[in-house]
C-alpha cells in the first residue's frame, strides 16, 4: 500500500459517521472521503469534522466525494444501508441492502478500485459475500466486522463479572453475526487460565461464570440498544476502527472478522465471523480453534443459516 493511508467511507449514517470521528480521534488515516447517496450530507458532515480538526492530533483530509474517488483508495468502508427495524432480525434485512449494493460495488471497481472492501451493514456476513461476488475479488480483500463487536461485548461482561480487564480476557464469539453465534468457551482464558479451569478452583464463583446467561447477553445486547435508542452505532465504529488500525499498521493481529470460510473446520463456502489476522493485505490468514464437537456442530449449522439465507439472493 502506499504511504498515504486513503479510506473512503460509503454510507454516512450513525454508524459511518461513528467510524469517521473514530477515525478523526485516533489519528489513523491521512485522507477520509465520505460517500452518500445524500451528497449535500456528506457534504455537511466532511464540515463538521473538519471544524475539530483543530482540537485533533491528527491532520486529516476529509472531504465529500464520490465513486471515482475509489481509484487510489486503499481501504472501502461500506456501512450504506437500510436501518434495522426493531424486532427485524438481520437476515430480514439481506433482500433490502442487496439492492443498495449492486449501486455501489460496480462503479467503485470500474473507478479503478484495487483496495480492501470492509463491510458494516447487516447481516454483515451475507452482504461481505455478496461484496465478493459482485467485486471478483480474493477473499482475502473482501471481509466484514464480523463478531469483533460480539467478540468485544463478551470480554467486556465476563471482565464485569471477574472485575477484570475485558483486554486480559482471551474470549471469541464466532459463528454469524446473528441469532446463530455462539461462544467456544472451550476456548475461552482470563490471561492463561481458562475459564473452565477457574470456574473448577472456585465455586463460589460459579453465579458469575454463568455462561449461558453471558452468552444469552451477547446476543441480545443489539436487540437491547435498538429499543433503548432505535440503532447501534458506537460500538461497531469502534470495532471498524480497529479493523482499519490493523490493516494500515499491519499489525498481523488476531479479530473475529467475517470472511470466507472454504474447508477450514469442513466447511466450504460461507463467510463467517472466526479469528483471523489481520494486516495490511486484508486476511492474511484464518485461525482454527480447537473446537469440541458440540461446538463444531453450532459453527456448522451458523454456516447452513449463512449459506440457506445467500442462497435467495438474486443478482
Not at 131 to 143: A, M, N, Y
Not at 178 to 189: I, K, L, R, T
Request: with cysteine.
Amino acid at each position: 500500500m502506499p504511504d498515504k493511508r486513503k479510506v473512503m467511507l460509503i454510507g454516512c449514517g450513525m454508524v459511518g459517521m461513528s467510524y469517521a470521528y473514530a477515525l478523526l480521534n485516533q489519528n489513523i488515516v491521512d485522507e477520509l472521503v465520505l460517500v452518500d447517496v445524500n451528497k449535500e450530507k456528506a457534504i455537511g458532515e466532511a464540515m463538521d469534522l473538519n471544524h475539530g480538526l483543530a482540537f485533533a492530533s491528527s491532520s486529516m483530509k476529509i472531504y465529500a466525494g464520490d465513486y471515482s474517488d475509489a481509484k487510489d483508495t486503499d481501504l472501502i468502508v461500506i456501512a450504506a444501508g437500510v436501518n434495522q427495524k426493531p424486532g427485524e432480525s438481520r437476515i430480514d434485512l439481506l433482500s433490502r441492502n442487496t439492492a443498495v449494493f449492486k449501486s455501489i460495488i460496480d462503479p467503485v471497481v470500474e473507478a479503478g478500485f484495487n483496495g480492501i472492501f470492509l463491510i458494516a451493514t447487516n447481516p454483515v456476513d451475507i452482504m461481505s459475500e455478496i461484496t465478493l461476488k459482485l467485486s471478483g475479488f480474493s477473499p482475502d480483500k473482501v471481509i466484514g466486522s464480523g463478531t469483533t463487536l460480539d467478540s468485544a461485548r463478551l470480554r467486556y461482561l465476563v471482565g464485569e463479572k471477574l472485575k477484570v480487564d475485558p483486554r486480559n480476557i482471551h474470549a471469541y464469539v464466532i459463528g454469524e453475526h446473528g441469532e446463530s453465534e455462539f461462544v467456544p468457551w472451550s476456548q475461552a482464558h482470563v490471561s492463561t487460565v481458562s475459564l473452565d479451569e477457574l470456574k473448577a478452583k472456585h465455586p463460589e464463583r460459579s453465579e458469575d461464570l454463568d455462561m449461558s446467561e453471558i452468552e444469552a447477553e451477547v446476543r441480545n445486547s443489539a436487540q437491547k440498544i435498538i429499543a433503548a435508542k432505535k440503532a447501534t452505532y458506537y460500538g461497531i465504529g469502534m470495532a471498524l476502527v480497529r479493523i482499519t488500525k490493523a490493516i494500515f499498521s499491519d499489525e498481523n493481529s488476531i479479530l473475529t472478522i467475517s470472511s470466507l470460510v472454504d474447508g477450514p473446520y469442513g466447511i466450504k463456502g460461507a463467510y463467517l465471523g472466526l479469528p483471523c489476522i489481520v494486516g495490511r493485505e486484508g486476511r492474511v490468514k484464518l485461525l482454527e480453534l480447537d473446537l469440541t464437537e458440540e461446538e463444531q456442530k453450532k459453527l456448522e449449522k451458523s454456516a447452513a443459516v449463512i449459506k440457506e439465507a445467500f442462497s435467495s439472493v438474486r443478482f
